[in-house]
Structure formats: C-alpha cells, structure tokens
C-alpha cells in the first residue's frame, strides 16, 4: 500500500480492504520517527526493529486507551499511522491533535525526547 503501485482505483481499494482499510471513511495519517541516526549513535538494524516494535505497540495502545480506530504500518524508521476520522473536519482535527499529544507523552516516557518526532494529522 505504501509503495503506490496500483494499476486501477479499484486494485488500490482492493488491497487497502484486504489490509482492514475501509474505503468509506476518511483517514489521517500521522508519521512517527523514532530512531535518531547521527554520526555519534549509529542504529543497527536489529535496534531498529527493537525500537519500532516497541513504537508501534505503544502507538496502538494509546489510540486504544483513547477509544480511537488506528492501523498502525512500521516502515524503515518510522510508524506510518492511518487515524480513521469522523466525518466532521473541526472534530476529526480535534481527535487527531488529541492522539498526537497523548502519543507525545506515552513515547516520551519511553524513549528520550530527542530520539522521536511526530509529524502529521494531515487528511
């Protein structure tokens, strides 16, 4: 699904139905990048699925606690995050600030600060 590579709509929608995805309902899309790569702390492969394993499970755990529908989808160092959003854009907005910031704070009580950032909440 993330590579794009469809031949019709309906092969993409096929595909997005397989993967739980209802082509009803609007969704927002949140990034998660929790790795930090630099010069000083280079990330091994094996850490890296550590670290998304562990994301993933607390970005899916949080979206439950706050009774919110998510597919989560690791990709490289990032947690592609699809937040399936009511019909109203004030409130589908709303619920989408509200995760991230509850999401905010579960990561950061996990991991340090620095090593992730959450960027999105786009239709």
């Known amino acids: 699904l ?9 092969a993409a929608r096929a595909m ?6 209802r082509s009803d309902t609007p969704y927002r899309c949140l990034l998660v990048r929790y790795a930090k790569d630099s010069a000083e702390e280079r990330i091994t492969q094996q850490k890296l699925g550590q670290e998304g394993d562990r994301c993933m499970e ?6 439950k606690e706050l009774c919110l529908s998510v ?3 690791p990709y490289s160092a990032y947690a592609v ?4 959003s009511p019909a109203g854009e004030r409130e589908s907005e709303t619920q989408a600030r509200r995760y991230a910031e509850a999401l905010y704070d579960a990561l ?3 991991f340090s600060p620095k090593s992730f950032i959450i ?5």
């Open 71 to 73: 597919m989560g989808v």
């Open 119 to 123: 960027v999105g909440a786009c239709r």
């Open 58 to 63: 607390i970005c899916l755990h949080t979206a």
């Open 16 to 21: 997005a139905e397989l993967h739980g995805l």
């Open 81 to 84: 995050l699809l937040l399936a």
């Open 2 to 10: 993330l590579s794009g590579n469809f031949e019709s709509l309906s």
């Open 108 to 110: 950061a009580a996990q």
